[in-house]
């Protein structure tokens, strides 16, 4: 196995998690969503009681819980180079992107204590080596990482991309929304107090507006080669 470590930040709706998937299945490591352990976090919080009234109260009960060591999250990798995530034993990897979670994750990954407890479980299940995706991986997370990409695209094409995908999943969404919601999030997410979205002084910038998964495959393979002897395609 590669004991390479990759981080891949960025916009949201840029296709990191799409871009890491298939880096993993291509290079047989182990790929880790950063987002769906916020995700994981979020639903123990929901399902001991620990968010309903977002009051400090509550969360002290989730911050002793994590210090208590009581939140017990695995990873398991799937054929197709994703992640499965297990809390306490059960696979919530659906269960994870249901609305009530998607509502609650944005408060719960600004807390301090949530944020270091899940750097601290992507330190120890990426030591030995990922290709890891998020917000803050170049540049809090794996700030030694071995290569460190930014992605983005313009937000038109991002609104474009999500509206198809709401489309295919039989919603009509509005595009001037959409389009206002990634201007939104990218905003939010480029000023959290917190390890805000920014791109790593070493990151190579990927703009893939205009590429295919597999132009990207191609961009990539060319710098595995040059710079650590690694075949991708
Ligand atoms: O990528 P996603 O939608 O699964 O992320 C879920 C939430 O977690 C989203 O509000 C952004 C946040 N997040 C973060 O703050 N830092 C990361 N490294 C990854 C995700």
Same mark, same amino acid.
Do not use: W
């Given at each position: 196995m590669t004991r390479i470590i990759i981080a891949i930040d960025g916009y949201s709706s840029t296709g990191k998690g799409t871009f890491a998937v298939e880096i993993a299945r291509r290079l047989g490591i182990l790929y880790l969503d950063s987002g769906a352990l916020y995700r994981t976090v979020t639903l123990y919080a929901l399902r001991h009681g620990q968010i309903e009234w977002n009051g400090e109260i509550l969360y002290r009960q989730l911050q002793e819980d994590i210090l208590l060591g009581k939140i017990d999250i695995a990873?398991?990798?799937k054929e197709d180079g994703s992640m499965r995530v297990f809390l306490d034993g059960?696979?919530?990897s659906g269960k994870i992107r249901e #609305?009530?979670?998607? =509502? @609650?994750?944005?408060?719960i990954a600004? #807390?301090?204590?949530? =944020? @270091?407890f899940v750097d601290e479980q992507l330190h120890r299940l990426g030591?030995?080596?990922?290709?890891?995706?998020?917000?803050?991986?170049?540049?809090?997370v794996f700030p030694n990482a071995d290569l460190k990409i930014f992605m983005t695209a313009d937000a038109e094409i991002r609104a474009q991309r999500r509206v198809k995908q709401m489309e295919e999943a039989g919603q009509h969404p509005n595009f001037e929304e959409i389009l206002?919601?990634?201007?939104?999030?990218?905003?939010?997410?480029?000023h959290r107090a917190m390890n805000p979205l920014r791109q790593a002084e070493?990151?190579?910038?990927?703009?893939?507006s205009?590429?295919?998964?597999?132009d990207q495959m191609v961009w990539l393979d060319g710098i595995l080669r040059e710079r650590f002897n690694i075949k991708l395609l």
């Open positions: 990873v398991q990798p059960e696979d919530v #609305l009530e979670v998607a =509502r @609650n994750v944005s408060a600004t #807390l301090p204590f949530v =944020r @270091n030591a030995g080596g990922c290709v890891m995706d998020g917000r803050d991986i170049g540049t809090a206002k919601n990634v201007q939104e999030r990218d905003y939010i997410d480029s070493d990151a190579l910038v990927l703009d893939n205009h590429m295919t998964v597999e």
